[in-house]
């Protein structure tokens, strides 16, 4: 892939993976490797950790289009080599997270899409995107249950932090676009 054409997006607009369309490949071990190893590199890249999402669900069975899509991930890193994550040495020491939902996002199953970034300061610390464990029967469902597990995280860096001696302001900020799924959150008589 040195000479490939240089892909602007992690992956195609637009694209919907199925785990009926397509050829059953008789070999999955390249495809197996090759999202191997951008799990691994996903560990540095937080900007294709959708990207690894979408491939690692049909590590399984790979159908001929999911082989069509990994070289496209590739064909993006190689137009991103110098991108990665930049963590200032004067930061503030305040934790923040950000989380999302796409409900239903599942064809197959309906199950939500869900991902969080957690910084400090200026840093991006912590990232995920999966699936949920369950369906979520609405929206503000689908939203609340990632926000609990974003709060997880946060509490989790937080004393890591403590343990590293490093003292993080209470006041943690974790935002959410769901007004429904707030109120559920600051509400005592639904926790």
């Known amino acids: ?49 959708y990207a690894v999402q979408q491939l690692s669900q049909f590590l399984t069975e790979p159908r001929t289009p999911h082989y069509a899509v ?27 997270a950000y989380n999302d939902v796409d ?11 869900t991902g969080f970034c957690i910084f400090l300061g200026d840093s991006l610390v912590s990232w995920k995107t999966k699936k949920l464990k369950v369906v979520s029967k609405s929206f503000s469902e689908a939203e609340y249950r990632p926000m609990s597990q974003t709060t997880s995280e946060v509490v989790w860096i937080e004393g890591l932090l403590q343990d590293l001696l490093i003292h993080v302001p209470i006041l943690i900020s974790l935002f959410c ?3 429904s799924a707030q109120y559920i959150a600051e509400n005592t008589v639904f926790r």
């Open 1 to 49: 892939m040195e000479n490939c054409k240089i892909a602007p997006f992690p992956l195609p607009k637009g694209l919907k993976l199925s785990t009926i369309e397509g050829h059953v490949s008789t070999d999955p071990k390249i495809y197996r490797r090759i999202v191997g190893k951008l799990l691994y590199l996903n560990m540095t890249r937080p900007d294709i950790s």
């Open 103 to 113: 409900w239903g996002t599942c064809a197959y199953i309906g199950r939500s899409l």
């Open 177 to 179: 676009d769901n007004k």
């Open 70 to 96: 990994a070289p496209h991930v590739l064909k993006y890193l190689k137009g991103t080599l110098n991108n990665g994550l930049f963590h200032n040495s004067n930061n503030a020491l305040s934790l923040k």
